[in-house]
């Protein structure tokens, strides 16, 4: 099997080069085609027609392919379907915010999770991405939309924490001076609470922002919509995130999608605001996004009024996130389930 050439780290790659006989400087010239978003190995020109041959020979280049292009109406947000190099497929979103444009990936081709309210663990996992194929969501996306990705979330279709190794590596990639040199402080990741890699994630440092999917402040609720809680219970999960915060400093926010009739009673909010107290937390209630497989459905305006107020007299810092996209499916899994219809 070939090396998939766009998953190595700098340093890997020199010693590939060191291992076909090539200067070490070849490596660096390499790595910057690489994150220029070329398609082929005959688009790096600067390289002699020999080792163009002796690189197309031992490695692969990814490069996937849009199925889909959706722009928003109202936000010009930009909903891309991937197809990738083995005919799976995944999503990203591109956004735009007043601090810079921010690009939503996907970790893995489906997801295992099961979450009962999200499109993307809809038939399961498929497989784990490698690290050249969540960084080409972000480079393709800046290419085709020709914004400049100052951002990115890991929130898209999968776990991050499930493709730890991978995700790890990734961000090494994209975090690189002679890469996309984009900074860790600029990345967000998103995890439904896999303890083990919390901890693990906290060892590693990242100077990242964790989001955490709770979507419940009690296990009798968050076992109804998130399988994950009988693996994780909340208090166990909560202890993981009071570790994190006290190894990286790093402000965990609380990701919260509001579910009418489940989890968003005055009840919810009070026991949410005393689970998180002194955690100097920050919960982001999320307007539950309409999934036409699932009988869920979102909160009330009155609810989601209620629930803040009950959350902001027991000073717990909350915001509610804005919807981008709504007339393009640009929440997780609506496009690629789309396209598996389709498909059947």
């Given at each position: 099997?070939?090396?998939?050439?766009?998953?190595?780290?700098?340093?890997?790659?020199s010693?590939?080069?060191?291992e076909?006989?090539?200067?070490?400087?070849?490596?660096g010239?390499?790595?910057?085609w690489?994150?220029?978003?070329?398609?082929?190995?005959?688009?790096?020109t600067?390289?002699s027609?020999?080792?163009?041959?002796k690189?197309?020979?031992?490695?692969?280049?990814t490069?996937?392919?849009?199925?889909?292009?959706?722009?928003?109406?109202q936000?010009?947000?930009?909903?891309?379907?991937?197809?990738?190099?083995?005919?799976?497929?995944?999503?990203?979103?591109?956004?735009?915010?007043?601090?810079g444009?921010?690009?939503?990936?996907?970790s893995?081709v489906?997801?295992?999770?099961?979450c009962?309210?999200?499109?993307?663990?809809?038939?399961?996992?498929?497989?784990?991405?490698?690290?050249?194929?969540?960084?080409?969501?972000?480079?393709?996306?800046?290419?085709?939309?020709?914004?400049?990705?100052?951002?990115?979330?890991?929130?898209?279709?999968?776990?991050?924490?499930?493709?730890?190794?991978?995700?790890?590596?990734?961000?090494?990639?994209?975090?690189?001076?002679?890469?996309?040199?984009?900074?860790?402080?600029?990345?967000?990741?998103s995890?439904?609470?896999?303890?083990?890699?919390?901890?693990?994630l906290?060892?590693?440092?990242?100077?990242?922002?964790?989001?955490?999917s709770?979507?419940?402040?009690?296990?009798?609720?968050?076992?109804?919509?998130?399988?994950?809680?009988?693996?994780?219970g909340?208090?166990?999960?909560?202890?993981?995130?009071?570790?994190?915060?006290?190894?990286?400093?790093?402000r965990?926010?609380?990701?919260?999608?509001?579910?009418?009739?489940?989890?968003?009673?005055?009840?919810?909010?009070?026991?949410?605001?005393?689970?998180?107290?002194?955690?100097?937390?920050h919960?982001?209630?999320?307007?539950?996004?309409?999934?036409?497989?699932?009988?869920?459905?979102?909160?009330?305006?009155?609810?989601?009024?209620?629930?803040?107020?009950?959350?902001?007299?027991?000073?717990?810092?909350?915001?509610v996130?804005?919807?981008?996209?709504?007339?393009?499916?640009?929440?997780c899994?609506?496009?690629?389930r789309?396209?598996?219809?389709?498909?059947?």
């Open positions: 099997m070939k090396t998939d050439i766009k998953s190595l780290l700098p340093q890997e790659l010693a590939a080069m060191q076909l006989g090539e200067p070490a400087y070849r490596a010239q390499i790595f910057r690489l994150s220029s978003g070329v398609r082929s190995f005959d688009e790096m600067n390289l027609k020999q080792l163009r041959a690189l197309a020979e031992n490695f692969d280049l490069a996937p392919e849009i199925l889909r292009r959706q722009v928003s109406a936000d010009g947000t930009i909903k891309y379907l991937w197809k990738l190099n083995d005919g799976n497929s995944v999503e990203s979103v591109v956004m735009k915010y007043a601090h444009n921010t690009v939503c990936i996907s893995e489906g997801c295992a999770m099961g009962a309210f999200c499109a993307s663990t809809i038939g399961g996992l498929v497989r784990k991405l490698r690290p050249s194929e969540m960084l080409d969501q972000v480079l393709f996306s800046q290419l085709d939309s020709g914004m400049r990705i100052s951002n990115i979330v890991l929130m898209g279709i999968g776990e991050p924490l499930d493709n730890y190794d991978n995700v790890l590596k990734f961000l090494k990639l994209v975090n690189s001076p002679d890469g996309m040199n984009i900074g860790m402080r600029h990345i967000s990741l995890t439904c609470g896999l303890v083990d890699k919390v901890d693990k906290a060892a590693d440092n990242l100077q990242l922002t964790l989001s955490v709770l979507h419940a402040p009690d296990d009798e609720t968050r076992m109804k919509i998130m399988p994950v809680n009988k693996a994780y909340v208090d166990e999960l909560l202890a993981a995130c009071r570790r994190y915060f006290a190894r990286t400093g790093r965990i926010s609380f990701e919260y999608a509001m579910i009418d009739g489940v989890n968003d009673t005055p009840r919810h909010a009070a026991l949410l605001a005393e689970k998180l107290r002194g955690t100097g937390s919960v982001n209630l999320i307007p539950l996004n309409y999934v036409s497989e699932s009988p869920l459905r979102p909160s009330t305006p009155e609810h989601m009024k209620e629930f803040i107020e009950i959350l902001k007299s027991r000073n717990v810092n909350v915001t996130r804005r919807r981008l996209g709504p007339d393009i499916e640009a929440s899994g609506q496009l690629r789309a396209q598996m219809k389709h498909s059947q």
